[in-house]
């Protein structure tokens, strides 16, 4: 069967391809797929069809013979934090994380751990098994989100105030990033700070365009760092007092230039559309970089000791804090260190490189990798050409990236160079390029 599951869990409107058989059909899978568990802990984002899928799917997976643990309206790394547990080493999550409002669906975790993708694939092909069907048992209360509040807040120090911006996006960070920052010094003005699964405010993706009131806020506020969150919290975006929403990829190759310092060498496992600034720091420290596709970096970590970091864009994760992604203690940490050094985000950040880029969406008539592959070669003469998650054209300047994305009916266009002018001139040839294929219109 085709695996449901996209880049990062399982994403489908709602009403929709996310129907209530593939509800119970995904329950049963797992007491099937992975029958030495007992007990299943599920959490949902605050969208107004959440809490009806995870009655179903609690239901479901009492049925099929699992103790289910209900830990209510909780983020994404609250649930993830608590798969760890040896009562309910599985967790789910329903959320569509960033997706549109209509959008619904859920992440799996095991041990703290998201599935990877032969787990994936096996949870996909037994949705049609039906695990033997019990009688209902209620689901018991979680205290998890308490443990994962009380845990954050243990590696939180009190520090000379700094200005800071949190936009919660009417998401499920409202009970975690506005008020730890404060407890640590932050001097916090909280947009979008009231959980509404109609998300009026903004859109539940922190991008540039949906960001745009808060980015023209932060301009007005003298802060010191901004940041905002998706619904599910596992991922956040980062702006300055100026307004200017900051490159992912200078986050992360932040939080990788504070793990090298401390660990002396390593790995840091990332994906295909990181960019150069996390290689130039991982130089430095003489840390190895692995790129593999995108939501699949903790398939590398899994398992090994050298990992000192691993992440994508929107989404740092640290080994000595937890395998998932967890936005909350990103910002949580970026908060503490411009309060601790007494500089803004961009001060914070002035030895990160900082290169042109851009990351852009088309929705697309077709898509066809081979074809793309070959008249991309051809237009563009690359020095290398990278498959194994989407196009990427590498170059001794720069790199463009063609890939579909996991979710939705559009293909994205990455692309980094080393000035403005190469960027727009490998930007407009590459949208030339998809044009006259027909891929888009």
Not at 423 to 436: G, M, S, V
């Amino acid at each position: 069967m085709p695996n449901l599951f996209g880049t990062s869990g399982l994403r489908f409107t709602f009403p929709g391809k996310l129907t209530n058989d593939l509800i119970s059909g995904l329950a049963s899978s797992l007491a099937v797929s992975f029958g030495d568990v007992s007990g299943v802990v599920i959490a949902r984002d605050n969208r107004t069809t959440s809490w009806i899928i995870s009655s179903l799917f609690s239901r479901a997976l009492s049925a099929a013979g699992f103790v289910v643990y209900d830990m209510g309206v909780a983020p994404l790394p609250a649930l993830a934090f608590a798969s760890r547990k040896k009562e309910h080493r599985l967790g789910v999550v329903i959320t569509a994380s960033h997706n549109p409002p209509n959008y619904n669906g859920m992440k799996i975790f095991k041990g703290g751990w998201e599935l990877t993708r032969e787990e994936e694939q096996k949870v996909s092909d037994n949705v049609k098994a039906r695990a033997t069907i019990g009688s209902f048992e209620a689901p018991l209360q979680s205290p998890a989100l308490h443990e994962y509040l009380a845990e954050l807040r243990s590696h939180v120090a009190r520090h000379k105030p700094q200005k800071v911006l949190v936009d919660v996006g009417s998401g499920t960070a409202s009970v975690a990033t506005p008020p730890i920052i404060a407890e640590a010094g932050g001097d916090v003005i909280c947009v979008n700070c009231d959980q509404s699964g109609r998300f009026p405010g903004r859109l539940p993706e922190p991008n540039p365009i949906n960001l745009a009131s808060t980015l023209a806020m932060a301009r007005q506020m003298g802060i010191a760092l901004g940041a905002a969150h998706d619904c599910d919290a596992d991922r956040v975006a980062v702006f300055d007092g100026r307004g200017t929403f900051l490159s992912q990829t200078r986050v992360l190759a932040y939080f990788l230039q504070r793990k090298a310092e401390a660990k002396k060498g390593g790995i840091m496992a990332t994906t295909v559309d990181v960019g150069m600034a996390v290689d130039e720091v991982a130089k430095r420290y003489n840390v190895r970089v692995i790129r593999t596709r995108l939501g699949g970096s903790h398939e590398i970590a899994m398992g090994r000791d050298d990992v000192i970091l691993f992440g994508e864009p929107w989404k740092v994760m640290d080994p000595d804090w937890g395998p998932w992604a967890d936005g909350i203690r990103v910002a949580i940490q970026l908060a503490e260190d411009v309060m601790e050094k007494g500089v803004g985000i961009s001060g914070l950040l002035s030895e990160i490189p900082d290169y042109p880029s851009t990351r852009e969406d088309f929705v697309y008539k077709r898509w066809d990798p081979e074809k793309l592959k070959s008249a991309s070669s051809s237009a563009f003469g690359p020095e290398k050409v990278e498959d194994y998650d989407g196009i990427k054209l590498i170059f001794d300047d720069g790199w463009l990236l063609f890939r579909k994305s996991g979710t939705e009916e559009k293909i994205r266009l990455y692309a980094e160079f080393t000035s403005q002018e190469r960027l727009q001139e490998e930007r407009a040839n590459a949208i030339r390029l998809l044009k006259e294929l027909e891929f888009i219109a």
